[in-house]
């Protein structure tokens, strides 16, 4: 197979007239620039890698457009979330998941990391074969986009204190119960869907403490990706700082849990002593702008975080918006509007942010991707540069004009996506909800 793109995204800069070769297996065999185009069996136009989304709950795409009539903030969402939470059954999740990784694919992501707490029955018992987590693998493999499953550990409704009814679905009791399950899944996904990556998660300081992370993170492969919610919320440290005297950062530090291969979600309010430690342990963050907005979170402190050393990814979180231009152009926004000036990400890093920092906070150490280069997955995106919104547009600056209607093509593996039928999976996954809940 060979991909002949007008332009295209390399190492941070575009070239021209660029010649993409995939093998039968759908990686990237040879990329050259300056290329003719005779021969190709594809010809496209301006080419980037495909986004990648490090931070989805996929059943959130259940609130979207329902929660706005009557303020509130973070907490009295999650209260809506959690009524939606009791109604979900596998097939469900399923139906919802698929209509919300389709959406991802049209818009450009290419791969997602679901961040997957709700595991067990309405009565919190463990399903008897893993049924959620194939649900979900099964709707990724079904919309055809790359999956991460975040497992994540919830044993706390708040440092310490059991969980709330409402809760019931996301714990495993303990660490060693949870560890199980994680072992256990990770046989069932390499027998049923060996292309998912397995990851773990913690779902926050709140819900997991000190001396339960560091166990989590003993009993982990060294090389798996590790997830938690961080300082999302002022309360969440507040009460850090009562039940524990530290931040929470600072018992993530403690506990071991800060290395290169942690991502910390949000990372929205942090004390300078917090922001030194995640950069010098040089760990990923995801921020989140399109649902921090939404929810009143707050503004994150992106640019000090890479400046110190952190590297920065994009997540769409409660996927209020499927949107990686968007999400890209929020991050800068905030980022401007704090400082004072533009240009505090400069657009080659705003591509990395988008693309292959998020491929490593979604991979194994040592994986290869992200990147339009030899050894990665042929993942790529096609962006319409000549469309109203971005016609003019210098390539480089494509996501400060463009948005997801500019999507125009996607490549997973080396084959285009055919057109889905997004709307009516979405459809189709509102009506089977509202039964559940008649
Ligand atoms: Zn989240």
């Known amino acids: 197979m060979r991909i002949w793109a007008d332009s295209a995204l390399l190492d941070g800069a575009f070239a021209d007239h660029v010649l993409l070769e995939v093998d039968g297996a759908g990686t990237l065999s040879a990329v050259t620039a300056g290329a003719p185009r005779d021969g ?45 939470v009791a109604t979900l059954t596998p097939d469900l999740v399923h139906a919802v998941a698929l209509a919300v990784y389709s959406e991802m694919l049209d818009a450009g992501y290419t791969a997602v990391g679901e961040f997957h707490y709700l595991h067990h029955d ?3 018992r463990p399903y008897p074969g893993h049924d959620m987590e194939l649900a979900i693998a099964a709707a990724a493999g079904d919309a055809g986009i790359a999956l991460t499953l975040l497992d994540t550990c919830y044993l706390s409704s708040g440092f310490g204190a059991p ?3 409402e809760q019931q679905r996301f ?9 199980e399950r994680w072992y256990d899944l990770r046989g069932a996904l390499a027998r049923q869907f060996p292309s998912v990556v397995l990851g773990a998660a913690i779902h926050s300081v709140r819900a997991v403490t000190g001396p339960d992370i560091e166990q989590l ?40 849990a800060l290395t290169d291969r942690l991502t910390v979600v949000h990372a929205t309010h942090l004390t300078a002593g917090d922001i030194a430690a ?22 994150g402190e992106a640019a000090a975080l890479a400046a110190g050393g952190a590297r920065v990814t994009i997540g769409s979180d409660q996927n209020v918006l499927l949107d990686p231009f968007t999400e890209l152009r929020a991050l800068e926004g905030g980022a401007r509007m704090a400082a004072h000036r533009r240009g505090v990400f400069s657009p080659a890093e705003l591509w990395s942010i988008g693309t292959a920092n998020g491929f490593t906070a979604l991979q194994p150490r040592g994986a290869v991707g992200g990147r339009l280069v030899v050894g990665a997955r042929a993942d790529l995106v096609e962006v319409d540069a000549s469309s109203a919104r971005t016609a003019g547009s210098a390539p480089d600056q494509l996501m400060f004009a463009a948005t997801a209607a500019d999507v125009t093509r996607v490549v997973v593996g080396g084959r285009v996506r055919a057109a889905s039928q997004t709307a009516d999976l979405a459809a189709a996954a509102f009506t089977q909800y509202e039964r559940s809940r008649a």
């Open 122 to 124: 309405p009565s919190g």
């Open 278 to 299: 995640l950069g010098a342990a040089a760990v990923l963050v995801s921020m989140c702008p399109t649902t921090e907005a939404d929810l009143g979170d707050g503004l």
């Open 217 to 256: 993170v003993a009993a982990l492969p060294a090389d798996v990706p590790l997830h938690v919610h961080v300082s999302e919320q002022r309360r969440e440290n507040e009460d850090a700082v009562e039940a524990t005297g530290r931040t929470p950062t600072r018992i993530l530090a403690d506990a071991g």
């Open 40 to 84: 190709a069996d594809l010809v496209l136009g301006t080419v980037v890698p495909g986004f990648q989304n490090t931070h989805s709950h996929a059943f959130h795409r259940l609130l979207r457009g329902r929660t706005n009539a009557d303020g509130g903030d973070f907490w009295t969402w999650r209260t809506a979330m959690y009524q939606a």
């Open 171 to 179: 714990g495993d009791g303990s660490v060693e119960r949870w560890s």
């Open 163 to 165: 969980l709330g009814p």
